[in-house]
């Protein structure tokens, strides 16, 4: 017998746990297929406040905040022609004072969890291997849970991908562009001890410019920290240097990261990532939606994967939501989802390639983020820029479907 639901969300990473948490919120009754069991291990792990409103959306900020993940209220970087330290508070641009540096697997555990209460039903250890179609429209999917065993097709209403950097349809489809500017790599480890900045900046990811590429060092509250490099891909291939030998060398010349690890031991193995930066070339198509990395990722310069991936979700779950409640009207709320996350995500892009320049004086990086997202002026050009990395500029905000931009929910509880 094939079970039928609203929708069917594939991934429960941020994006799918969201936008399954808020389908199911609704009314609607959504399963999420996860291939994997989670918690499990992910990168991405320094927030920006652009994720609060949506942690609100949901109801699981209490739940988050009760991790005693330590808290971020702002940003250390080491990036200019000036060359010396400066630190931005997402206070100074308001209306949320921190967000969070996160294990990954706690934070999307939580998240994955809260979608069950919700009333979702989430099935781990779930491989998405086909999507059905009854002719060009999406209508269900085929999985197999676990390694043995047998195929279970699974029909729905609407298919939403969250399938995160598997990205499963766009690979199907043939949707993926990649910005070739933007090819970048990133090799990572773990340390434990070191030096920390003072009080209220204990928290604050660094991110210090390189020769060749950016270095981050991200804190935790168990005293580890996360410590990685990121260049072009081509960089790495010809050194012909493996994955140790690689980072120390960029590592050995950097200034402020160095100093943070004096003292510190690494306490993991290397990892390495690339291809980081893409669009698929829609977000949609009948029946079914791209929401998160499934859809579009930037280079991680300014911590917006998880912000981008939930308040993607969001955008995507109401979408869903209103189509489901006037069929009639798909291509209409489609065409304003595409169009509204194109924006969303192409103002990141635009001022990730602006700052990669670091040639710049830092006025030059506010004046350039006031451009793209406040032109009349309203503000001065530094809280602009504080505005846009945190993820809070109003066109920013968690997107509405039908062209409004809500309020944050207890913006001024924060």
């Known amino acids: 017998m094939v079970k039928e639901y609203d929708v069917i969300v594939i991934g ?37 406040p652009g994720v609060m409103p949506v942690l609100e959306e949901l109801g699981a ?18 990036w200019g022609a000036e060359r010396e330290l400066w630190t931005i508070h997402f206070a100074e ?21 809260h979608a069950r209460e919700l009333g979702a039903t989430v099935v781990e250890e779930a491989a998405v291997s086909e999507v059905l179609f009854d002719g060009a429209r999406a209508a269900g999917v085929r999985y197999t849970l676990g390694r043995r065993g047998s195929a279970v097709d699974v029909r729905a209403r609407y298919v939403l991908d969250a399938s995160g950097q598997s990205k499963f349809l766009a690979h199907r489809e043939s949707l993926l562009e990649w910005h070739e500017d933007l090819r970048n790599i990133a090799v990572w480890t773990y340390y434990q001890g070191g030096e920390f900045f003072p009080g209220k900046d204990r928290g604050n990811i660094l991110t210090e410019y390189h020769g060749d590429g950016w270095v981050w060092v991200i804190p935790f509250a168990d005293g580890t920290r996360s410590v990685g490099f990121v260049g072009p891909s081509d960089l790495y291939a010809e050194t012909g240097l493996g994955p140790e030998e690689f ?43 791209l929401a998160g990395d499934a859809a579009a990722f930037v280079d991680p310069l300014f911590s917006t994967g998880v912000m981008l991936a939930m308040k993607g979700a969001s955008a995507a779950a109401r979408t869903v939501d209103r189509i489901l409640d ?7 709320h489609q065409q304003h989802y595409e169009d509204t996350y194109r924006d969303f995500f192409g103002t990141v892009v635009s001022f990730v390639r602006y700052f990669y320049d670091a040639r710049r004086k830092r006025t030059d990086y506010w004046e350039r983020a006031q451009e793209l997202i406040d032109p009349v002026r309203e503000l001065e050009t530094r809280a602009d820029f504080i505005r846009l990395v945190s993820g809070l500029a109003d066109g920013l905000a968690v997107m509405d479907v039908d062209g ?7 913006a001024n509880d924060s």
């Open 12 to 48: 429960g990473g941020p994006a799918g746990a969201t936008a399954a948490g808020l389908l199911a919120k609704a009314g609607r009754h959504v399963l999420v297929l996860e291939k994997e069991k989670f918690p499990r291990y992910h990168i991405g792990e320094s927030l920006v």
């Open 61 to 78: 900020r209490e739940k988050v905040e009760s991790q005693l993940f330590l808290r971020k209220y702002g940003t250390t970087l080491r």
């Open 93 to 113: 641009a308001g209306p949320w004072e921190y967000a969070f540096e996160v294990k990954r697997a706690e934070f999307d555990n939580t998240l994955l969890n």
């Open 247 to 289: 980072f120390q060398s960029r590592l050995k010349v950097s200034t402020e990261a160095r100093r943070l690890l004096d003292g510190a031991v690494r306490v993991a193995d290397y990892r390495v990532t690339k291809d980081w930066s893409y669009a698929a070339k829609t977000f949609t198509g009948p029946g079914f939606l």
């Open 326 to 332: 006037a069929p009639e009207r798909e291509d209409d």
């Open 404 to 410: 409004g931009a809500p309020a944050p929910a207890g």
